[in-house]
């Protein structure tokens, strides 16, 4: 039995209602913006802010709560340990102006962090200044374009990418300036080489892949892709948020990209916080050196420096030097994992991937559209329940949350009709997996109307996500 | 093996499912690349991990083992150990993007105050939750101005961060924006009217303003710049810090249309530049271009009140090329953060903080300014941080004083040679007024020698 | 509406299920001493580990998840920051032999709150090595017989108390090896003079008392009673658990007590964490100081120091110097509170109870025996509730958990029928405090059965207690 | 006013009330003693609170400033941050005994399990859920001893720490049991068997060890002790360190009939000495006779399985002065933090943590009786603790290793004037090799001079 726990909780401006009130204007000032009523936010004292907050959180999930296997999210168990590190004065504590005598610290974890993607993808070098996988996307595709720009070939403006890409692909891509080419896979759920040749040609900037891909199929043919760009003088840019699936066994620079961006908070354990922060680090190969952000970290002899001295370089794409936090917690859960851990994590991922595809295969309930062997996700379709009983995939998924279980992403990649696009990750326990895989299973023998309206069990009841837009009440001020 | 609970019984699984060796699920990698194993060391236990970790640590040194007077946005500010401890609740800490908001009630309501706190305080109608930080956050609202206005010209005043341009100029690439800068009178450290009435025409998307500005000072001629844009048809986008806002108008009042900031210095650690939350707030005529997320208050299956995530149709996850933003993760905990602090700080608490900061940064002013070597470079009336001039070289004094364990101002002159021997110094509430003793007569000294 | 979290979480041995397995006998031990099977422990990962006890948490109210006025247990917020302060290294990762001048701020932070909790109480000397409230009454009888033997009266063997007094009062100073001899309080539930008077005798070692008692009534005749068991050559021993009600408005010293116990894990703001670690230091009068557990923390010119010179001392009461991070949040807490701040926070625990009282018994439901004027805590009769309905008080707190809220203490002191204890604390709001009684208005309401079968809210409905007993399941082994 | 939030609006309170004046709510106080205000300062704000405490903390110097050998009892174990994590949920923190079971499902079960971890430890059927300390549960077995036996005299060894005696000795007043004290072997450490032989007789109503004893030499001859203490009638008390366990044999194995020991290595910090968690582990027959709290399993309204208090019958709020002990306040936090570090170690790692710890305090020990001028005082087979007697003043030696930041063994001839210039060293998993040969090359250097 599961439920989850529910309050009434007000909100911060119903628990104390705060008045407009006159203040004392600040002498020093011009009249010009000199405030004259206080800020309207309550004043509360600590004790409710405490138990506000406490109930808020009881009415969220997360990976701590319970399996949350969201496909192309990769909501792994983040070590307590990493946290606890980060939140050391020592670290927290620094500021980025600080002389860098008074830093070596700082730039020593920034250093080995680099030297370890490095090796952890096969690339030559890496920025850890992008503030999310979008943002390392976009830098990518200005890498791209200086790239391009550097050798005077100003007419490629074009990304071509699948149409089982990410959403960020597309989105970073265009806001680099860059036209899209959206090609489609074959029947497999891979790039389709012909349609790849076809579109591919003097324009093309890059050619943006995930690999493996959102359907968690791994692209076998990598090498003959990744001739064809080059032939042309494209360039290949790997999505690498999802390295969970490969870790210690292939390498994105092996496979011949030549730009990577990483998801620190997905594969290298930084919890999500709810949506960030985040780090996207960008690994290129030597011939996009020069272009990379700074500073870059460097080391003379005995001593880390930061060097501003790159006359290419595109310059900042953030505020100083990235999310440190984040790449700190990256920094001690490989230091932690190591090159065996490493591989056993992608390793199991993939086994847990593959274990459950197989069984709810088996059961017969849903379906597997394309290629049957899987990395680390894999994605069913519900078409068959729709058919059936009117059951969607929305429906499924709001029912596991009566099951106490998160659900899986849902309607991506958008070739799959009704999709669940499911991805364990390695720390779940097979226990976990098997009451996963029984709760789908029961799911879909259940009568629709419960189905239908699910949940039950949690703090609200479906929630009508549309209404949201319709009546806009985006403030407290807007009720 | 660690975090990994499957590890010990894989075998089992793998019989379970027909697979004798693990190596078959990695059978469609190419034999040509696939790799045995990575090189670098095998893993260290937790105990080792924190014990090397306090090794590295103990290599820098922390706000907490001096004391640093560095402007230029980043300083440290007082984090009560309530926001540590509720953005640490692991229903929080380690939740996804609330996507199933059944099951993510908790972090939407939070947010959701976190726009209305934000609104408030920036005098708009309307907040997203977060974008990467408040330089990522110029760049947004550059390219919302554009998406707004079909214009092409982005006006910027000269006295920012040069990071910040040099960002606004790598977004602006796309759309193909020209960034024009306006200088600023070298005499108060205020953008120049003449000039910005100059850079602006009818092809201006829009006109930004910093209050405080890079230098600290206030733009305090805030009706006339808010008169030029108007004029121009253009959108004023104003950037603040957020802690001057308790005692200062809010952009709302002086007619701005956008205003984005930094607000790290809301319950969050200065992290080395990191723990960035970009403010992004604007005038709900504009809801539709706003890049980011937002948070909105709608109805269950039993009309009760719930929280989700609102206008996702702007969204890339749905789309794609022509979302309004690529922001998928953002700086949720950060956010978090900022609500909490804000919850607990409250009108009156920040309307206190914005005082006492304002007047720690006069007092260090003035105090400096007293010594024989060392003068106000602005006439400015300013916030927090201020710029000085040293008659000695700059660099010089600032190794002298790392020296006594103090870090001195910024020093300007690499991105602005115009202010040779100038250093921004910064102050805030966890200054005391020892330290500021302990940073004058440490001056005194090194100014002589 | 209310509703706590459940999970039907397994026991950790339930999780995993472990094996007896033979281990490698350890080569130097002698053979008597070898071990030969694994402790039977299961083997969990981490990720496992987190869960379980997450989902245990959420199935555990404390004073962060809502109002909690359990009477005689001052369950007040704790502000987060002395949590914070006692987990720093520099003091948690102390150890109590480290040569003298390597602990001089453990020292201080003794040194110093042993003379605020004198200012606070109106005592001389305070020893800070309890562990807990129980163990600082024992360590005053412990007092209170070296006070007797030192002056050579050993005849004094009997202890008195009123019939209101907590349990651990009788169980400590039958620990002691005295006799105990209860007294029954006058109709204004205070301590009966007369009684007092012609119980008192040459063999009265001590009279204990709680001041405001457990009904929350302040004795107002303490002064009198302080002459008439002193005049018999007894001492006056002051529970002092509860110094929320009268801080910086009356002080134990100054009523004529010459031993005092104080809870710092209640009035001083160190959260119960489940029922421990407590602190409950013993303040003495200047008499009684050089009975004192060894070591005292004295200072010379700028040096603090450990004092075992003290030949008179009773010795050790507990290893080493008290739960020190306990002390350490009660010194945080008082520097925080100064003055003013711990006067406030007595006034408005006292306005808040009576507050509650006088709504409670303006509905007419709840009797108030004894004196109208409350201090701290009142505690109601749901006597008139019980004759009606058959309702009892049991009844009434069970039913409170679906609210949302923790029940009083009930069927305590004893001699109120059916008794409700209610404790607000200074750190409820008014609006939290209407909520409680509006539901308990509410409950004396509502249909007995509803009552009876309550809670229906919480992760188990409700629990015989008495089976717990009937047949003993105290370990997994046992199940 | 801060935590008190009625502060502001109790005016209005007392209004509804029809009370003019606060003062009325304490009209029942003699004026004679009612005092204005307390002698001390206004309260500080939190920030300034943690400024002052930050100054307070470096006047001390913590495990991590430098090394520390000190023996004793408390010594450095490595706290996993699950464990951290995992005591710090506000719902365990600030929760009081679990009085109604209902609302306290998830503590009252990990006591429970912490119960089942405990017997298993030491070979008992049953343990509390905590008593104060390793020492107070020594007194508590004696007192329970004479409740069982009604016999009145405890036989203790000499060779236990002198702090656990004179708590002992003061909880033994009440009953008025008699302690009696046998000697131990010099040259081994261990009990003198012979000496014990004749303290006992038909008036001893138990007899304590302690494995490894307080100079971390193990009591080997635990079947002779065992058949000696069933001899007499009495009951067997063994102490413990329960990391020990790992490796070696449970008292329950060799007959003891209570197991008590300090359990703070288990995830809890040194913390000057205090939270401290007292083992208290016994067979069931004396289930009615155990002090503190036990946790039992019961069923709901529903039949389901439900966790509670059991046999509060033997407890001070029902029993009062013919209770069991006068346990209310227990050790709660410490016992939750031992739970979770135990699930987080499992059983494979306590055995490999057990090994690490005998094998450092071998190489310790090896390594120092190397040196000249240091030789091992007892023969018999140790832990991670050891007794080295110097050549030299031992209070000299301590000095010197302690401006080097080393902090040397315990000196013990306060309270064993036989053990003059012995130090009583310890180690543990925390220290590395590189400390070993720090205080070796230390003590090489300090012993000459
Ligand atoms: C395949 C893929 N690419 C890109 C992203 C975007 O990363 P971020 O959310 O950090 O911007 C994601 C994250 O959802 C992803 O799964
Ligand atoms: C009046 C009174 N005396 C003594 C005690 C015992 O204190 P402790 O639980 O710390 O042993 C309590 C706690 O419940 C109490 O309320």
Redesign the interface.
């Known amino acids: ?9 007000p ?3 119903e ?1 104390v209602s ?1 008045k407009k009130e006159k ?1 004392k ?2 002498g ?3 009249d ?5 009523e ?29 399996i ?1 296997p ?1 496909g192309s ?1 990769t ?7 990493c ?3 980060a ?13 860098v ?6 730039l ?2 920034m250093f080995e962090l680099e030297r ?1 993607l490095c ?2 993808t096969g690339m030559d070098y890496f920025s850890l200044q992008p ?5 390392g ?2 830098l990518g595709m ?1 890498l791209t ?1 200086a790239y391009h720009e550097f050798n005077k070939d100003f007419e490629r403006n074009e990304i071509i990418l699948p149409d089982t890409s990410h ?2 692909n ?9 036209k ?1 080419v959206e090609i489609s896979s074959a029947k497999e759920g891979t790039v389709d080489l012909d349609v790849l040749e076809k579109t591919l040609s003097e324009k093309t900037a890059c050619f943006m892949l995930t690999n493996p891909n959102t359907l968690g ?2 692209e ?1 043919e ?2 003959e892709i990744s001739k064809i760009v080059h032939d042309t003088g494209a360039l290949l840019y790997y999505d690498g948020a999802n390295m969970n699936a ?6 994105p620079g ?2 011949g990209f030549d730009i990577v961006h990483l ?1 620190l ?1 997905k594969t290298f354990a930084t ?8 780090s996207g680090p960008v690994g290129v190969k030597m011939k996009l050196e020069k272009f990379l952000p700074v500073p870059r970290v460097c080391k003379n002899k005995k001593d880390y420096f930061f060097d501003y001295n790159a006359p290419e370089s ?14 700190l917690k990256a920094y ?1 859960y ?12 992608s ?2 991922a ?3 991937s ?2 459950m595809k ?1 069984k709810l295969l088996d059961s017969g309930r849903y379906e597997l559209p394309y290629k049957e ?1 899987r ?1 680390h996700e894999f994605v069913l379709s519900c078409e068959k329940l729709k058919q059936e009983k009117n059951v969607r995939a929305l429906d499924v ?2 029912r596991l ?1 009566d099951y ?1 279980f ?2 899986p ?1 849902i309607y ?1 990649p958008l070739i799959v009709k009704e999709a669940l696009m499911i991805e364990p990750t ?6 976990d997996l098997d009451r996963y895989v029984d709760a789908l299973i029961k799911i879909s023998d259940e009568k629709p109307e419960i189905v239908k ?1 699910a ?1 039950g069990n ?12 319709k009546k ?8 | 093996m660690k975090f990994i609970p499957n590890s010990a019984i894989k075998d089992t699984m793998l019989k379970e499912m027909g697979i004798n060796d693990i190596e078959e699920l990695f059978s469609d990698i190419p034999k040509k690349i696939g790799i045995k194993k990575l090189d670098m060391p095998k893993g260290l236990s937790q105990q080792d991990t924190e014990q090397r970790l306090r090794g590295i640590a103990n290599k820098n040194k922390s706000f907490y083992d001096g004391v640093s007077f560095l402007g230029g946005g980043i300083k440290p500010h007082y984090i009560p150990s309530v926001v540590k401890s509720i953005i640490s609740r692991a229903e929080f800490y380690t939740a996804y993007t609330p996507y199933q908001s059944e099951a993510s009630q908790g972090f939407l309501q939070a947010m959701f105050e976190y726009q209305s706190m934000i609104a408030e305080l920036t005098g708009m109608d309307i907040s997203n939750c977060s974008l990467y930080g408040g330089f990522t956050a110029l760049a947004e609202a550059a390219l919302m101005c554009t998406r707004i206005s079909r214009k092409k010209t982005f006006v910027i005043p000269q006295n920012i961060s040069w990071e910040k341009k040099s960002i606004l100029n790598n977004y602006a690439k796309g759309p193909g924006i020209e960034v024009k800068e306006v200088s600023y009178d070298v005499k108060t450290g205020k953008i120049d009217l003449e000039e910005l009435k100059k850079h602006v025409d009818e092809n201006t998307s829009g006109i930004y303003i910093e209050n405080p500005n890079f230098f600290g000072v206030f733009e305090d001629k805030v009706d006339e710049i808010s008169g030029i844009v108007k004029d121009t048809g253009s959108l004023f986008v104003v950037g603040i810090d957020p802690i001057s806002l308790g005692v200062t108008k809010s952009p709302g009042e002086y007619g701005a249309d956008i205003v984005i900031g930094e607000g790290r210095s809301f319950g969050n650690p200065m992290d080395f530049g990191g723990s960035s939350l970009g403010i992004f707030a604007c005038k709900k005529e504009y809801l539709r271009q706003m890049p980011g997320r937002i948070i909105g208050i709608t109805k269950d299956a039993d009309d009760k009140r719930a929280f989700c995530m609102a206008f996702q149709t702007r969204e890339q996850h749905i789309r794609r090329g022509r979302a309004t933003s690529n922001i998928c993760t953002n700086e949720g905990l950060c956010a978090l953060a900022a609500v909490s602090y804000l919850s607990w700080l409250g009108g009156n608490g920040l309307e206190e903080l914005s005082r006492i900061n304002f007047e720690k940064g006069q007092k260090l002013a003035e105090s400096i300014e007293l010594l024989d070597g060392f003068e106000g470079m602005f006439s400015g009336v300013h916030f927090n941080e201020f710029v000085i001039k040293c008659s000695n070289d700059v660099n010089k004094v600032n190794k002298k004083l790392l020296k006594k364990d103090i870090q001195g101002g910024l020093v300007l002159d690499t991105w602005h040679p115009e202010l040779k021997n100038c250093m921004l110094f910064g102050i805030t509430e966890r200054h005391a007024d020892a330290d500021i003793e302990r940073l004058v007569s440490a001056l005194k000294e090194v100014s002589h020698v």
């Open positions: 039995m599961y439920r989850s726990a529910v309050y009434d909780e909100l911060l401006n628990l705060s203040i204007p600040l020093i000032l011009p010009s913006l000199k405030r004259n206080k800020i309207n936010i309550p004043d509360i004292d600590e004790t409710q802010v405490v138990r506000h907050f406490h109930h808020l959180s009881q009415m969220n999930y997360g990976i701590d709560s319970g949350y969201l999210c909501m792994k168990y983040n070590p307590k340990i946290g606890e590190i939140s050391w004065d020592g670290f927290a504590g620094t500021n980025p102006y600080q002389d005598s008074t830093i070596q610290g700082n020593q974890v370890m090796e952890i503030a999310a996988g979008a943002q996307e976009f200005l374009r959403g960020t597309p989105a970073s891509a265009a806001m680099a300036g860059y899209l199929i791994f076998s990598i090498l490969i870790m210690g066994k292939v390498r092996d496979m998801n908070h919890p999500h916080g709810g949506g960030g922060p985040g595109i310059g900042k794409i953030k505020g100083h030097y990235g999310n440190f936090s984040v790449l001690v490989i230091l932690m994992m190591g090159r065996d851990g490493l591989r056993e994590s390793e199991i993939v086994l847990n593959n274990y197989k062997l990395k998924a709001k949350l106490g998160h659900p992403t991506f390695e720390s779940e326990s097979k226990e309206n949940p949690t703090p609200v009841k479906r929630v009508d996500d549309v209404g949201a837009t806009p009440i985006l403030t407290w001020n807007m009720i």
